[in-house]
């Protein structure tokens, strides 16, 4: 059972609720559970200030609707022990990004709505985090809901003046993620002249700014081989009537890359993708063509297709410092945050 947190002189959350959408950042981990955690930013690192830029691409709150509440949820199976914490959140517009975000906490104010006070100063008790499987989630309804405008990117600030800890940082597992690209396989391959189907696969770990990443098997010893990419699913063509009975085309080459496969049977591509946010959650489809002069009268065989969701680590980056809650510049850790929740109405 998922669950909110205890706030001082707060209304209740139970009737605010009801009437909110919530959105998750980054978005594609709406529904699954990261792949990271973080333990100190920005709640349990002792006296701090943390600010996070939170890129507009990728937060699904409609424009000039109020932000009512913020969270974030426990990392997956790890127990964290609650503490209270004195905490004041602010939060502004800036037309800084991930990649330009700089030190300066000032600075990066630079949109058209001001540092503002939306939360406390006020004492929040932080749940325990029980270790189980489901994600327990970290609420603070805010004092001054925050109205977003979605042509700028949001700064949400927490500044922690006080806890209950002797003012020292404590490990509190939040939920963190990187990027998430989603294969899949489809289709089937055809029988080669080596009585065996071509197998296709392309890596998940793949990602914008990263590399494309396909292997191939069971493909003839020593063949050519190319790889077939487009960003459209094709409908199946059978091959039959071209002399490749039991083939069938997935994939029209829009793109061809060639490679010699080993004595083994297999071939690997791999080849680098831009860090073009404009590509995010594309779809890319690929499958292998070989030429197996022995295998039927067309004088090629194919291998299974596969899909590819283009992932990017996130569109956010954190300015972090510890021992002094009014410190004018942090460091900055660019494309990453903690899995952010965000209520509105």
């Known amino acids: 059972m998922r669950l909110s947190i205890a706030l001082l002189a707060l209304a209740s959350l139970g009737s605010l609720a009801s009437a909110q959408t919530t959105s998750v950042f980054p978005s594609d981990w709406a529904a699954t559970a990261g792949n990271s955690s973080e333990s100190r930013y920005p709640l349990s690192a002792g006296i701090s200030r943390t600010q996070i830029v939170y890129d507009r691409r990728d937060l699904t709150i409609t424009n000039n609707h109020p932000i009512t ?58 749940p325990t985090f029980t270790n189980n499987t489901n994600l327990q989630e970290l609420w603070i309804t805010l004092t001054t809901p925050y109205t977003y405008h979605s ?79 487009d960003f459209v699913q094709t409908p199946p063509v059978d091959c039959t009537p071209f002399g490749a009975p039991g083939c069938t085309l997935y994939v029209l080459p829009q793109v061809a890359i060639a490679a010699q496969g080993n004595t083994g049977g297999a071939a690997n591509f791999q080849f680098q993708l831009p860090a073009d946010p404009a590509l995010f959650h594309a779809q890319v489809f690929g499958q292998c063509s070989i030429f ?22 996130p569109l956010a980056a954190m300015v972090y410092a510890s021992g002094n809650a009014s410190a004018t510049t942090g460091s900055v850790r660019r494309d990453d945050c903690p899995i952010s929740l965000f209520r509105w109405n």
């Open 69 to 126: 509440q913020v969270g974030f949820r426990q990392d997956d199976n790890t127990a964290s022990a609650g503490k209270s914490i004195q905490l004041a959140i602010y939060m502004g517009s800036t037309t800084k990004t991930s990649a330009t975000m700089t030190s300066n906490y000032a600075n990066n104010y630079d949109g058209a709505t001001p540092r503002t006070l939306v939360f406390g100063p006020a004492i929040v008790a932080l």
């Open 151 to 229: 042509n700028e990117n949001l700064i949400v600030e927490y500044v922690v003046t006080a806890n209950n800890n002797a003012n020292l940082a404590f490990n509190y597992y939040i939920d963190n993620g990187g990027f998430l690209s989603p294969t899949q396989s489809i289709g089937t391959g055809c029988i080669t002249s080596a009585g065996q189907v071509p197998q296709l696969v392309v890596q998940s770990y793949s990602y914008l700014g990263g590399y494309l990443y396909y292997n191939l098997s069971r493909a003839p010893a020593s063949s050519l081989v190319w790889l077939n990419l």
């Open 292 to 313: 197996d002069l022995f295998a039927n009268n067309l004088g090629f065989t194919f291998s299974n297709s596969t899909k590819i969701t283009l992932g990017m680590y």
